[in-house]
């Protein structure tokens, strides 16, 4: 009787093994990628002082992000920054012998008199501190400036949550213009060892008008404005992220062969959305949690 009920085992264990191993076999594994959307900015900023301007706020002052609409979906709660490392800052000097990086901690003028909300610094050659205090908040007039004088940025940030989508804005053309962004921006999101998981590069082509306007302050080698701002997601597919790498290459156009991502200005900001499920998702995880009730009852019938 022992050797019946072992071979009953044995066969059940099999044919369960064999179920669940076709089951997987039919669903092939995939890479991990992004997708991109488009998405519309809600803020709160200092309306324009002047009826006869077209600009869509006063550019010099706090801008705060509210929420995005996309999908169908009002997102309100987000992930900012809260790590940085700089992996590269190419450096160019001046005709005055002073020595900057390309990458630079840059907000609007009349930001530090604005009490709505902090803002990062207005530096050149920021630390990774500086990256964190201009990334980490939710001022949209508070950004990362990648000057045109050297080849290339390259930095990582961090979130202090697994994340699987990211809001980007970059500082675009001439505001009224038809120039949503004007730079290239290449994203990696990164795994738990430090390998890169999924790959996007955003073109300037991709951004699209955002509805504000900022001016932008680099003390002391850089006050321009105002500027359009455009926007862009990309959420990741079926898996989450805690770091992100972010690099612009040949951005003085010195290099031949390479594209020139012409020095985004840009703010990051992230958030989990939460994705249903496909129905062939549903039904598999559905068949594999009946064969393993199915084998379970067997084994406690023998048992």
Do not use: C, H
Request: charge should be negative.
């Amino acid at each position: 009787m022992t050797n019946i009920f072992a071979k009953t085992i044995a066969i059940a264990t099999s044919a369960a093994s064999i179920s669940v191993a076709s089951l997987i076999l039919t669903v092939p594994a995939q890479a991990a990628s992004f997708t991109s959307f488009s998405f519309k900015t809600n803020v709160t900023a200092t309306p324009i002082n002047d009826p006869t301007s077209s600009l869509l706020n006063d550019p010099t002052r706090d801008i705060r992000l509210d929420s995005v609409e996309f999908n169908g979906k009002t997102i309100s709660s987000f992930e900012v920054v809260t790590g940085g490392e700089i992996l590269r800052n190419d450096t160019y000097t001046l005709p005055d012998g002073n020595v900057f990086g390309v990458l630079n901690s840059g907000r609007g003028p009349n930001t530090p008199d604005d009490d709505l909300l902090l803002e990062g610094p207005s530096k050149p050659n920021p630390n990774a501190q500086d990256i964190v205090d201009s990334l980490g908040n939710l001022n949209l007039n508070s950004i990362l400036v990648t000057r045109e004088n050297a080849d290339t940025a390259s930095i990582e940030v961090s979130f202090a949550n697994p994340v699987n989508t990211f809001l980007f804005w970059e500082r675009g053309g001439t505001a009224g213009g038809p120039v949503a962004g004007d730079s290239d921006l290449l994203v990696e999101a990164l795994g738990e060892n430090n390998e890169v998981i999924a790959t996007y590069k955003i073109l300037r082509q991709n951004y699209t008008k955002a509805g504000y306007n900022i001016s932008t302050q680099v003390f002391p080698i850089l006050n321009n404005g105002p500027f359009n701002i455009g926007s862009i997601g990309i959420s990741l597919d079926g898996i989450t992220t805690q770091t992100l790498r972010l690099t612009s290459s040949n951005n003085n156009g010195l290099i031949s062969g390479i594209p020139n991502d012409n020095g985004p200005d840009f703010k990051v900001i992230a958030a989990t959305v939460k994705v249903v499920p496909e129905s062939s998702t549903i039904m598999g995880a559905l068949l594999v949690g009946g064969l393993g009730i199915i084998f379970k009852r067997k084994r406690t019938v023998i048992g």
